[in-house]
């Protein structure tokens, strides 16, 4: 079985960060997709 390296405060620190910022930036992607597949829909309908 192979084990992962321990890392240290700061690295943990800086990869929890970087996954922040990828779950916010998931987040206005998927948000703004839902608008728009919305606002094409009430388009359509009227």
Known sequence: MSEQPKMNKAE???FYA???KKN???LVIL???IV???AI???KMS
Do not use: G
Request: glycine letters at 0%; hydrophobic letters at 60%.
């Open 31 to 33: 948000t703004s997709l």
């Open 36 to 38: 728009l597949f919305f």
């Open 41 to 43: 829909t009430i388009l």
């Open 24 to 26: 916010w930036a998931f």
């Open 18 to 20: 970087k996954r922040k």
């Open 12 to 14: 943990l620190e800086a």
